[in-house]
Structures are given as C-alpha cells and as structure tokens.
C-alpha cells in the first residue's frame, strides 16, 4: 500500500520544474526515512504495473514506461547522496547504513522480476522492426544489457544469492566509505611553535590556520584531506612531522580498530568473484570489462604495462637524483616515502628554475573559476550567472544559472569546494537532477564537490597548479552533465560507459595548461598583475617535472585493483599481504606507495563504481591526448568546428552512442597510446618523433 502524502516532507515537494531546486533550507534528516518510504512503494508500484500490462510489450508500455518511473526514488537519492557525501552528519551516516542495502534490495527485485525481463528481452529480440529511432534502440539496448547483467536470466537458486550478495555488498561498501570518514573526521595535527611551522610558505600557514578555526582550534592544523597533507609533505623541513602527517595519510583504513577495512576488502573482493561466477564470467574483471569500452583484462594490462615500463624507468632515474640531494644536503638517511615531494620541490627548483611559492598567488580560486567559464565560453557558448537566491547545502555553497548563447536555460552548476570535517575526501561531480526531455523540457542540476583548503578569515584562497587541474577536471565532468541533449534519463549526461566517462574532464584539464588562458587570468591576488611570462614559461616548462612519479603511484593502483578483480579462488584474503605482493610484483620502487591504498581506496571499495576499473582514467587519457591534438592541428585551442564536433559527440551525446563510435565520430578514427606517452613526457614530440 502507497503511503499517504506527506506534503510537510520537503523531500516530496514540487520541485521538478525547469528552474525549480531542492528546497535545502527546509530538508532535515528525519525526512529522508518517510521520504525513501514512500519513493520506494511508488516505484515499487510503478514497476509491478509495467510488469502485469495485459498488453503486448511495445517500447513505449515498456521501456518509455520504465524510463518515466522512479522519479520520486532517484530526486530523494540524489539530495542524500550531496548530503551524506559533502555535508553529512551521524543521523545523515546512520540512515546511510540503513538505507544502501535497502536500496540494492530494491533494484535486485526489479532486474530479477521475470514478467518485466520477459517484456525487455521480446523487445530486443525484434528491435529491428519496432520503428525505433537511433536514441530509443540505443536505450532498449542499455535496458536488456543492464537486466542481463544483474541475473535476469538465471535460476531462482541463483537469483536469491545473487541478492544476497548484492545487498551484502551494498552494507559493506557503505562501511568502508563511513570508515574512512571516521578516520580522516579523527586525526587533527595541530601546531603552536614557530619551529613545526618551518619551510611552510605564507599561503599554506593561512591555509592550516583556517583548517584549525574550522575545527575549532588555536594555532595551526594539519587535516587528512590531501590538499592539506600534500603541500605539508612538499614544504616543511620537518622530516619528523612530515613521516608522521603521511603515516596517518595511508593509513586511513588500516588501523586495526573499529575503522579497520581490511576484512570489508577481503568480503567484497570475495562476493565480488562470486556474483562474477553466477553470471557466468570467470573473474569480476572480466564481468566488469565486457561492458566496458576495453573489453577484455588483456587489452587493459596491455596498456597499463606499456606505461608502467616507461614511467617506472623515469622514475628511478628521478629517485637517485632525489637520493644525491639528500646526501649534498647532508642526510644520512634512505629517501623515504614522506621524503619525495619534499626533495622533489628542491629539485625542481634546480632543474626547471621554477618554485611552486612563486606560481600560487597567482591561481587564486575566484579567478581560476573564471577561468572554467571563459573555456566554456568559447568553446559552447555558455554564460555562468551567478545566483544568490538558490537554496543550498552549506554557506560555502556557490550556485550559477548556466545559458547557452540564445540566452536558452541549460541548468543550475553548484560549486562546493573547500575542505571541512563533515565532506568526504577527494573530489567528484555529481547531480541532483539530469537532463532529459521525456516528461518536458527538464534541465539538469549539476554539482562539483573538492576539498581545497580555504584560505583563513578574509584571505584569499590559492590554489595549487594541481589544485587548478582538478578544478578543470571536475568541471569537464559538469559540462558533460550540463550540455546534455537527450530525451531518454538512461543515456543521459555522464551515464555512459566507465571508461569513456573520464574523457570530458581529462580533456577539459587541456585548457588550463595553455598560455592565452594563464596569462588572461592568472593573475597575483593582490596586486592583479599577470603572471610574468618567464614565469609562466617556467610553469609550463616544468609541467612534466616528476610525472614518473605521479604515473607510478596511479598505474600501481589500477593494476592491484585488476589484480583483486582477477580473483575466482574462494580463499580470503589478507589485503595488506596481497597488496605487497602485487606491488613486489610489479617492482613498485620502496620509496613510493600508491595514489589509494586498500583500506581507503574509496574508488573500487565504495560501491562498485571503479571496481576493476580504476584503469578508466588512463584509458581515457588516451583518447584525451588525441583529442586535444585536434585542436593543436588545427592550430586554433577553440576552433569552432572541431568544438562543434566536440560538443555533438562527445558532451552533448550522453550515452546515446557506442563510446568507439562517438569517438570516431569527433575525430574520424580510434587514438593510439602515441599522444597520451607524449604527453607524459615518456615520448618524443609528435613532430619529432616523425
């Protein structure tokens, strides 16, 4: 029975409209239980009747009819998930908990109910002749993939454990995401004496001050959020306190205590091979890359050994290098793991004659903003208002209303981008709304969330070259949420294929790094003077610096993740263990860990987004390197054309496509590793490469 209407529910109110938003101000924890209550019996109900129609299947009783419902269920998870990852609270966690294996429970009895299959599989079974356009056969194609995917056509037997093992892992990914909120929630290094504050630059003693007032405290602190640990480790002489920040860095996740992930690893990776095996693939990669746009592990590892070699050559000629300073210096010590960015910084100062302290007062976040939106601008047309009267999450929150160049509504873009105590670590685009045009003109809602540290009371805050990249990055997310066209909620924005979807935001990366965008708006915060061009030229001269080392610790990652995956054996693991012999393996060098460790690898570990396939982001660096090429060919960063293309195919298209043919389509053929090792620096420049 549907429940009654609760028109005192927030969560339930009218907000669906082309300019209308979650009313923020007014949602409390306590909706979210009576508001998931009766989403879940409406879809629930929405689903049976599809299912019983009494009417031959048609795409539109069906399909059309599956793509309309739900709606309730997806605006009240959406508004959640912004909550409980960048403004959560233990009411806010506790309901997490309750409420992740609910939710699987509910979408495992959908992609298991054998009326509704029955429909979707006579459907693709004559999709040819039904008179479908190319957007409805590429949607009938995503549902009966999807239902397959998820157990459809298996025994009951098989069918109620694989339920069990969906909603088990639903439970465990939302414990390992909750553990390593707590650990990053509990540990605080705070500093009162002049000497723990030695090599630390101004804009970074602002910043520690500002993270001390957040969480109430004198004096400095030192936060677990990598915008706080990774400037700590790349400037401060302290060698003691900066082993220590690091310990506590890698090991969120693996402290033995309650927080403790390793046995959540073990169970997941575990299941994971199971529901693997019941729908008949050998290993979880292999289930994983059928639908991916790789394929196979082979053509992944492929890849990842090809930059693997390169980039670890690279890398322990940069490690003796690093070594020799610490001898000229005069340490008697091994370079260490918490050693690296710190000797890293000194060595570039030599080599590139470029020093990070001078670059920073010059990519404030305001201008660097601005900067987002110029590309935009020239690129797509768009315009960014901003808006002050739009409910929001937290203060910080800054809202713009987005317009194309007729001045037609495309959406709402909500940036939220400092650190604090109740945000999840990292950085990620998410949505409260997508586009589609099936039940009207419906224009999407469209979040970025990062963990800059902001500067202290009326100071401005700086960025970081790297801080600015996934300022880009997670923007070219954003646009492809926002230039969406589509009619179909399935194909929308950023539902594609795993290892396509990272090809917008790396690309977008692209526009930060050229010289007319820098010298237009990195400017000093306060005396707004451009960055001086030998300067700049520095800054993109030494861009390379030290890509050995970021490529190592990210491929070693996306390798132990294919390596957990490619397990079929029902033995448990010890993650830790499995993690040294992985890395042994591979010959990860002793002075460098990996980008994610296990235990707080949010990635494969928190729900099954990049499970076997944190690779993605490489992959698609191969087709963002050729991309950008385009452009550099075309001897013009913003030639309309080719951002024509760019926008049809690519940001506009959603999922509407094959990711292989939307890409030939923008470029008129596959890319080869080629562009993505020159960009690295790992190979010659295309022209001499010739």
């Given amino acids: 029975m549907t429940p009654p209407v ?8 009218d907000w669906t409209r082309a300019d209308g938003v979650p009313p923020f101000d007014r949602i409390m924890p306590e909706h979210f239980r009576p508001a998931y209550d009766r989403a879940l019996a409406e879809h629930e109900a929405e689903i049976a009747a599809i299912a019983a129609d009494p009417e031959p299947p048609t795409f539109a009783n069906t399909i059309g009819a599956m793509e309309r419902g739900g709606r309730a269920l997806t605006r009240v998870g959406n508004v959640f998930h912004v909550l409980a990852g960048a403004h959560s609270n233990d009411e806010l966690l506790a309901i997490e908990r309750d409420i992740a294996p609910q939710i699987a429970r509910h979408w495992n009895r959908i992609h298991t109910n054998e009326a509704l299959f029955r429909r979707i599989d006579a459907l693709a079974k004559v999709a040819g002749t039904l008179g479908l356009d190319a957007e409805q056969k590429r949607v009938l194609e995503r549902y009966h993939i999807s239902f397959r995917r998820a157990g459809a056509g298996l025994d009951a037997a098989a069918k109620k454990r694989l339920a069990e093992i969906i909603e088990r892992l639903a439970a465990l990914g939302t414990a390992f995401s909750q553990n390593v909120l707590a650990d990053e929630q509990a540990f605080v290094l705070s500093f009162h004496e002049e000497a723990e504050l030695a090599g630390l630059p101004a804009f970074m003693r602002d910043a520690m001050k500002s993270e001390a007032q957040e969480r109430g405290r004198d004096g400095y602190a030192v936060t677990l959020s990598r915008s706080s640990v990774e400037p700590f480790l790349q400037f401060s002489d302290r060698r003691d306190l900066r082993e220590k920040v690091f310990r506590a860095f890698v090991s969120r996740g693996d402290n033995g205590g309650p927080t403790d992930n390793k046995s959540i690893i073990a169970e997941t990776v575990l299941l ?36 693997w070699t390169r980039a670890r050559k690279k890398t322990l000629a940069d490690r003796d290098d690093l070594q020799a300073l610490v001898q000229e210096e005069g340490g008697n010590f091994k370079l260490a793991p918490w050693d690296w960015r710190y000797y890293a910084e000194k060595l570039r100062r030599r080599r590139c004659d470029f020093d990070e302290m001078a670059v920073k007062p010059y990519l404030n976040l305001d201008q660097m903003i601005e900067a987002v939106f110029y590309a935009a601008k020239r690129l797509f047309g768009l315009t960014f208002r901003p808006r002050t009267d739009v409910p929001v999450w937290h203060p910080d929150v800054r809202v713009w209303e987005v317009r194309g160049r007729d001045d037609k509504l495309f959406g709402l873009f909500f940036g939220d981008y400092f650190a604090r105590p109740s945000k999840h670590s990292g950085a990620w685009m998410t949505s409260l709304r997508d586009q589609q045009r099936l039940t009207g003109d419906v224009r999407p809602l469209i979040v970025n969330v990062c963990n800059f540290a902001k500067g202290a009371e009326g100071e401005t805050t700086l960025l970081s070259f790297d801080d600015a990249r996934t300022l880009f990055h997670e923007f070219g997310h954003a646009l492809h949420g926002l230039l969406s066209n589509v009619t179909y909620p399935e194909i929308s924005g950023t539902n594609v294929a795993t290892d396509f979807v990272e090809l917008p935001s790396q690309l977008y990366e692209h526009w930060l790094e050229q010289p007319d965008l820098l010298r237009r708006f990195a400017l000093h915060y306060r005396s707004g003077e451009p960055m001086p061009e030998d300067l700049l030229a520095r800054l993109l001269a030494a861009r390379n610096f030290n890509r050995g080392f970021a490529t190592v610790e990210y491929v070693a990652c996306a390798l132990v993740d294919l390596d957990f995956h490619s397990l079929s054996a029902a033995d448990r693991i010890e993650s830790a263990a499995f993690e040294a012999q992985a890395l042994s393996r591979i010959g990860m060098p002793d002075e460098i860990v990996m980008r994610h460790r296990p235990s707080h690898f949010a990635h494969i570990f928190s729900g099954e987004g990049y499970a076997a396939g944190y690779y993605s982001y490489m992959w698609s660096e191969v087709l963002d390197a050729d991309a950008f090429e385009a452009f550099e060919e075309a001897g013009d960063i ?45 190979a010659a420049p295309a022209a001499a490469a010739a």
Wanted: hydrophobic fraction near 45%; charged fraction near 30%.
């Fill in 6 to 13: 609760m028109s005192d529910n927030p969560l339930l109110a």
């Fill in 638 to 682: 913003f030639d309309p054309a080719i951002a024509k293309r760019l926008h049809d195919y690519i940001y506009a298209a959603g999922g509407s496509r094959d990711p292989a043919e939307a890409y030939k389509l923008f470029r008129g053929r596959l890319p080869s590793a080629d562009a993505l090792l020159r960009k690295r620096g790992f």
């Fill in 272 to 307: 994971r091979a199971e529901r693997a095996r019941l729908l008949g693939f050998a290993d979880f990669a292999h289930y994983r890359l059928d639908d991916a746009m790789a394929k196979s592990p082979d053509a992944v590892r492929d890849l990842l050994d090809t930059v």
